[in-house]
């Protein structure tokens, strides 16, 4: 199974922002749709990851002036990006060796969609769950 599967049952729109961005939209944006992080673009390129461990981090270092800052100043880069034909089980690697929760699906120049650890383990568990009841029905059928 690859990234491309768990991106096929999506829309395809990811929240993203530009590095200019402020860090106060920023976070309005992460609290509206309740998530963790948002690429950060440089025009159409991925330029970075902007999550709330950063926004924490960067808090906690500077303070409230920290909303007055852009994306692109508070930002980790560069993004680690994994490609849509990626195995799931290399990218839940990537991120475990990596101590990351998202990375950007990049085919050729373009951001083709954002996965989180908790999409990649949620596909895993209905994998295994689906696997454990065919197992069940198959004993009980002998």
């Not at 599967?5 to 999506?10: A, Q, S, V």
């Not at 994306?71 to 101590?99: N, Q, W, Y």
């Not at 989180?116 to 383990?121: A, H, P, R």
């Amino acid at each position: 199974m690859t990234i491309a599967k768990i991106l096929r049952g999506r829309d395809g729109t990811v929240m993203s922002v530009q590095t200019g961005t402020a860090v106060a939209d920023v976070v309005r944006l992460l609290a509206e749709h309740r998530i963790g992080a948002v690429p950060v673009m440089t025009g159409d390129q991925v330029a970075g990851i902007l999550s709330e461990r950063d926004i924490v981090y960067r808090l906690a270092a500077e303070g409230a002036a920290l909303i007055e800052r852009t994306a692109g100043d508070v930002m980790t880069a560069p993004a680690i990006t994994v490609t849509s034909d990626m195995p799931i089980l290399v990218a839940l690697s990537l991120m475990t060796r990596r101590r990351i929760r998202h990375l950007p699906v990049v085919d050729g120049d373009h951001m083709v969609g954002f996965v989180s650890i908790g999409d990649l383990v949620k596909h895993r568990i209905d994998g295994i769950e689906a696997e454990a009841s065919a197992l069940r029905d198959y004993i009980s059928s002998s």
